[in-house]
């Protein structure tokens, strides 16, 4: 730095609301990640001994339905004695507004199917892992929604936040987790390409005689792939010309997986552009040939 100081360029600095931005995405991202664990440890323990519940749910294990049943029936027995109101009761209390008494009609002939049992004292077992795993769900479900709440206003307050809300696919929460890990300098990219590698949406090519392979960037920002990875997923049912170039990529023989990097790439150019130009995001000049093509 003494003697080459001019080969180099500052080191970027993001802004404060930025980096309050980033901690709170990745602490709302980390809560996600436990919740969906725990979701995944009740899951496995309900279909050891209570096939009931995961008929009653099935995914949604984490909704607040299935954690307000779960809290007060854990085991089939008490699943089998709930009544209709009662089941009712739970969900109305658990911030259901509407269609209470249909739900619970549904939720209580699941319930009460006929299916195999667990010997007792294996069952009294799981019924307390499964007790004490809704209430960590029920717990991270709180805090997940305290945490986008704060999430949503400090975004909101960032310069950045009407473009990046412009762009398909990206709400608050995914927006503000790639703002937050892109930063706000606009010094940090030089261009396009290096916004793209550091997303590790760019792919590699190795290359060796007469070989030569394409293949995903291993070396990035976990956090910000994953973010780009569901934004492009987001945003296919949001832009026709997302949609198109996704088709595109598929029939080029691309695995979904492959489309929707390609696509992700492509989304962070576009982005890219936005952000330099300060202008939000327009579908004709976002794919001029794919829209022409589409007419």
């Not at 769900?137 to 960032?158: K, P, R, T, V």
């Not at 473009?163 to 929460?173: C, D």
């Not at 290096?194 to 007469?210: E, F, V």
């Not at 150019?269 to 040939?289: N, T």
């Amino acid at each position: 730095m003494r003697t080459d100081r001019h080969n180099h360029r500052p080191i970027a600095g993001d802004s404060e609301l930025a980096d309050a931005i980033k901690l709170l995405t990745r602490a709302h991202q980390s809560f996600v990640w436990d919740r969906q664990r725990h979701v995944n440890r009740l899951r496995n323990a309900l279909r050891e001994f209570y096939p009931q519940a995961l008929e009653a749910f099935g995914t949604e294990l984490a909704h607040r339905d299935a954690v307000a049943v779960l809290g007060v029936a854990p085991t089939p027995e008490l699943g089998r004695c709930l009544s209709r109101s009662k089941i009712a009761g739970a969900l109305t209390r658990a911030g259901r507004q509407r269609n209470a008494e249909t739900r619970a009609e549904k939720i209580q002939a699941a319930l009460r199917s006929e299916q195999l049992q667990a010997p007792q004292t294996v069952t009294r077992a799981y019924g307390s892992i499964v007790s004490s795993l809704v209430t960590l769900i029920a717990g991270l479900n709180d805090q997940i929604a305290g945490l986008e709440q704060e999430l949503e206003e400090a975004f909101e307050d960032h310069p950045d936040a009407k473009i990046l809300r412009s762009l398909p696919g990206l709400g608050t929460v995914l927006g503000a987790r790639v703002l937050a890990e892109f930063g706000d300098d606009r010094t940090r990219y030089l261009d396009a390409r290096g916004r793209k590698n550091y997303a590790g949406t760019s792919p590699i090519t190795k290359a060796s005689g007469t070989k030569r392979v394409v293949l995903a960037r291993f070396a990035r920002n976990e956090q910000l792939f994953d973010a780009c990875f569901l934004w492009a997923f987001s945003s296919l049912t949001k832009s026709p010309g997302a949609r198109a170039y996704y088709d595109l990529q598929r029939a080029r023989g691309k695995t979904n997986n492959q489309a929707l990097r390609s696509l992700a790439n492509r989304l962070v150019g576009i982005l890219h552009g936005c952000l330099r130009h300060r202008q939000p995001y327009d579908e004709s000049v976002a794919w001029p040939s794919l829209m022409e093509r589409a007419a």
